[in-house]
């Protein structure tokens, strides 16, 4: 019966996010032959003849709900139909992208584990000598390189390697001479994440009580180390499966700046130019995937655990971090001021004749490409930035909490489904349904943010209701919600909100991809991620006009990756 209705809940997922997909048109209002039109020939008039010619040509539905049930029924013998642009068969075209994006994501994948070993690779070898934290060294760069910015990461290296230093092609896709820079572009960011999850699992492993038994009675440090990793890499593993999965949904930045025919580009234009049968079947494709690799995480979990998962023999401990350091208070005392200093400032005050100057005593920050004050829009900006991405984490946090401890045994479902799905795509869904803005693009990111948190909920619920504490609680009668409230939690909590606390300049540059495209902050809103997409231009011949908010993402990241919560 468990596995009926699990099956229910991911076939269910999967035709929602077909009819959500399939009435994109009409939710915004559009007409879609308008829509294909300007995607083959933006010169074309609008006439009502050549509308209706490209109607009865692809075969557009007259409503979602019919057209939908007819993509499916071809998707479910592997026709996934005819491009309304081009005319070409999907099924072709997308399997030529997913090669590709697979080869991407899975380089990305490797540069994120290597970088996130070479960072913790030192911290950790002193950790197993004396039992304590992998301290704060490791989490500080781990933080500050989740917090950069990807297609600023991007356009850096493309600037550089590619154009200065011709080390690398700067566009397309020819093989692998193509796949180093944009590799790099999507794991090092992806890195700082898996660092401080890492980071996390292995202060958690740390206080567990066998690490401290093993070392008094004499086992060899190696020997520690090794099962000190194999027992933190149980955790993270599930977390690595889905963030290899999220580069082959979130790759789309990257793939449009170094020009590679990706499955993310492809759904990107496929998007903006409402190809109904290309979207879908991008999305099924990254559903289908997100479903099979989530539940081989959750398998490879297990199996690392081994009797472990059966025998009451896990006993997980609340770790003993190094504590917040001093010198992070300083960072956000100087993140604090420079808000503070920019608040009187006049944040949209335009001077044509002081455009892009380098920072003087009158404009610390410089100028941008209007002549606006750089230090007064950085502490605009601050509002917006913080303000929506803690919103962002916090409603995430609640929801993945929610999502990955209420059930008593875990399985793949509707989160590794969602988790393929682009932001991008969550955010033309809900301006669609309600217009572009600040609490839509919120709303959007919102929508996957949850995802990770949860899997990350799952893998550590899983691991406590195998402990021998919890199995004396049920053997004394304790029920679900009783096990849920006073033990599953109070364990999971501290490690899933460092995590959320983590990933809060990921939702801000998250949700400054969405204002890039018009479906957050205004053009002029000084909101951090607004301002780096719109200085972007300008980062080779002025590069203060990114330092700026690029500066202020950094050590909101760092801040947020050194903050204690919890019990630790």
């Given amino acids: 019966m468990p596995a009926l209705r699990g099956l229910l809940v991911v076939v269910g997922a999967f035709t929602g996010l077909a009819f959500v997909v399939g009435a994109l048109p009409w939710l915004g209002g559009d007409d879609p032959a308008q829509t294909v039109l300007r995607a083959r020939s933006a010169e074309q008039e609008l006439d009502p003849a050549v509308l209706e010619a490209i109607r009865r040509d692809v075969g557009m539905p007259d409503d979602p709900i019919s057209g939908t049930l007819s993509w499916l029924a071809g998707a479910v013998r592997g026709d996934f139909g005819q491009s309304w642009v081009t005319g070409a068969p999907v099924s072709t075209s997308i399997g030529q992208a997913l090669g590709i994006s697979i080869t991407l994501a899975l380089a990305a994948s490797a540069v994120c584990l290597v970088c996130a070993l070479l960072v913790l690779a030192p911290s950790l070898w002193r950790a197993t000598r004396t039992a304590q934290s992998v301290g704060n060294g490791a989490i500080a760069v781990g933080s500050l390189l989740a917090a950069l910015p990807e297609f600023l990461l991007a356009a850096a290296l493309l600037t550089v390697l590619a154009v200065h230093l011709g080390l690398a092609p700067t566009s397309g896709?020819?093989?692998?001479?193509?796949?180093?820079?944009?590799?790099?572009?999507?794991?090092?960011?992806?890195?700082?994440?898996?660092?401080?999850?890492?980071?996390?699992a292995i202060d958690n492993v740390l206080s567990e009580p066998w690490v401290h038994t093993w070392r008094a009675t004499g086992f060899r440090r190696t020997a520690v180390l090794t099962a000190v990793v194999h027992r933190a890499v149980a955790v993270a593993l599930p977390q690595l499966v889905l963030l290899f999965v999220g580069l082959l949904g979130s790759g789309i930045v990257i793939e449009t700046v170094f020009a590679i025919p990706g499955l993310g580009a492809i759904a990107l234009h496929a998007v903006l130019a409402q190809d109904l049968p290309v979207v879908q079947a991008c999305v099924a494709v990254l559903a289908l995937l997100g479903l099979v690799l989530g539940a081989m995480g959750i398998l490879a979990h297990r199996w690392m655990l081994g009797a472990a998962l059966h025998s009451a023999g896990l006993a997980p401990a609340a770790p003993r971090s190094a504590g917040t350091p001093r010198w992070a208070f300083a960072v956000a005392a100087v993140l604090g001021t420079a808000i503070v200093a920019g608040m009187p400032r006049d944040p949209n005050a335009i001077t044509l004749t002081e455009r892009l100057h380098a920072p003087t005593a009158a404009h610390p920050f410089g100028t941008d490409a209007l002549g606006r004050d750089l230090l007064a829009r950085f502490g605009h900006g601050a509002l917006p930035s913080i303000g929506a991405s803690l919103t962002v984490s916090?409603?995430?946090?609640?929801?993945?909490?929610?999502?990955?401890?209420?059930?008593?045994?875990?399985?793949?479902?509707?989160?590794?489904?969602?988790?393929?799905?682009?932001?991008?795509?969550?955010?033309?869904?809900?301006?669609?349904?309600?217009?572009?803005?600040?609490?839509?693009?919120?709303?959007?990111?919102?929508?996957?943010?949850?995802?990770?948190?949860?899997?990350?909920?799952?893998?550590?619920?899983?691991?406590?209701?195998?402990?021998?504490?919890?199995?004396?609680?049920?053997?004394?009668?304790?029920?679900?919600?009783?096990?849920?409230?006073?033990?599953?939690?109070?364990?999971?909590?501290?490690?899933?909100?460092?995590?959320?606390?983590?990933?809060?300049?990921?939702?801000?540059?998250?949700?400054?991809?969405?204002?890039?495209?018009?479906?957050?902050?205004?053009?002029?809103?000084?909101?951090?991620?607004?301002?780096?997409?719109?200085?972007?231009?300008?980062?080779?011949?002025?590069?203060?006009?990114?330092?700026a908010p690029a500066t202020g993402l950094a050590l909101l990241g760092l801040i947020a990756g050194l903050s204690r919560t919890g019990r630790d």
């Fill in 173 to 200: 896709w020819a093989g692998p001479q193509n796949m180093p820079l944009p590799a790099l572009a999507l794991g090092i960011p992806a890195a700082g994440v898996l660092t401080r999850m890492l980071a996390t």
């Fill in 394 to 547: 916090a409603a995430a946090l609640v929801i993945g909490l929610v999502a990955g401890t209420t059930r008593t045994r875990p399985r793949a479902g509707i989160a590794d489904v969602l988790n393929a799905v682009p932001p991008v795509l969550a955010g033309v869904v809900v301006a669609a349904v309600a217009g572009p803005g600040m609490l839509s693009a919120a709303v959007a990111v919102c929508a996957v943010a949850w995802i990770p948190l949860a899997v990350h909920s799952r893998t550590l619920a899983t691991e406590v209701r195998a402990s021998g504490f919890v199995q004396a609680a049920v053997t004394s009668g304790a029920g679900h919600a009783q096990i849920l409230l006073r033990h599953v939690l109070p364990s999971v909590l501290p490690s899933v909100a460092r995590h959320a606390l983590v990933r809060l300049p990921h939702n801000a540059l998250a949700l400054a991809g969405l204002g890039f495209l018009g479906l957050a902050a205004p053009h002029d809103s000084p909101e951090w991620g607004t301002m780096l997409s719109q200085s972007l231009d300008y980062a080779e011949t002025a590069p203060w006009t990114v330092a």
